[in-house]
């Protein structure tokens, strides 16, 4: 009896320092630090882009293959359908949103790359809200890509589009807003891969069909069915015609080569203008970031 007395009176040994209480003071999410993780998150981006050269040449390729050696080696035979308009200069308008959209996905990839070396796993522990991150992650490859457009803008003499103020400000917007549509695409997808070589399978089997059903390298008109069907449906169809619209308004070329190979998008005959397709790509970008945003809020 005595012996469990002592034991229960008997005080407690306590280790040295055991009584320290480490305070952590975790920041209160305020809109001011809420816009400084989204500036870090873009900024981070910007910076891995200015410091891989070979990405930035390797990007371009793609873009100047399709321009002058396809535009160059098919010039002769496709120069009946065309009307006198250069081929180069016809496929142009794609050419740019090629040299964004490719940019645009791969600065996507970056989530699957953060996610495999850990940085990821560090953002989503960071005081701020995930969607901060991902505003910041769409914001960034948007600039990103936009750079790259502004690179294919600048070379408009070689395939004989004029340097207009009005022709190069309307391009660069057209290609900043599918610049944000096709960066929230792609965080959107991948988000949910967990392998870079996932990624790049998924992009490839998205991105082409994506790119040729657009109209980029053909006029939206006088297609079969299924052809003129999914060109209704693609996102990119919407920033090539605006884009085609306003290379055009600048050339000096005959009314019937407007209208076979600027015909526009169409819903059910009425040619959609140019403000409503930008529209088009504005809300879709806005849905897909909406998406995104939620789905790495669930993502553990």
């Not at 090629?98 to 560090?122: K, P, Q």
């Not at 990103?144 to 309307?170: E, M, R, S, T």
Request: proline share 5%.
């Amino acid at each position: 009896m005595s012996t469990s007395t002592s034991e229960r009176t008997a005080p407690a040994v306590t280790p040295a320092g055991a009584g320290d209480v480490v305070r952590v003071r975790v920041p209160r999410r305020t809109f001011a630090s809420e816009l400084r993780a989204i500036k870090i998150v873009w900024r981070r981006e910007l910076i891995r882009f200015v410091s891989d050269r070979l990405r930035i040449v390797t990007s371009l390729v793609q873009p100047f293959l399709f321009l002058f050696v396809l535009g160059g080696g098919l010039q002769t035979l496709a120069s009946a359908g065309t009307h006198g308009v250069n081929l180069k200069t016809f496929i142009y308008p794609g050419i740019l949103c090629m040299a964004v959209m490719f940019t645009a996905m791969f600065s996507a990839a970056s989530i699957v790359w953060d996610r495999e070396f850990g940085f990821l796993r560090e953002m989503m522990v960071a005081p701020v809200r995930r969607s901060s991150i991902v505003i910041g992650k769409c914001l960034g490859g948007a600039t990103v890509a936009c750079f790259q457009g502004i690179i294919v803008l600048a070379i408009a003499g070689l395939v004989h589009v004029p340097y207009d103020l009005g022709l190069i400000f309307g391009v660069f917007g057209l290609q900043l807003l599918l610049a944000f549509t096709i960066t929230a695409f792609g965080i959107m997808v991948a988000i949910r891969i967990k392998q870079m070589q996932s990624f790049m399978g998924v992009m490839q089997m998205v991105v082409m069909p994506m790119y040729f059903i657009s109209g980029a390298m053909f006029p939206a008109s006088g297609l079969p069915t299924w052809l003129t069907i999914l060109n209704r449906l693609d996102p990119l169809a919407y920033a090539v015609d605006p884009m085609r619209r306003l290379v055009f308004s600048h050339l000096s070329i005959s009314p019937l080569a407007h209208r076979a190979l600027d015909s526009g998008i169409t819903w059910w005959g009425y040619r959609v203008p140019g403000l409503l397709e930008a529209g088009v790509i504005l809300a879709l970008g806005l849905v897909m970031l909406a998406a995104a945003i939620w789905e790495f809020s669930t993502t553990e």
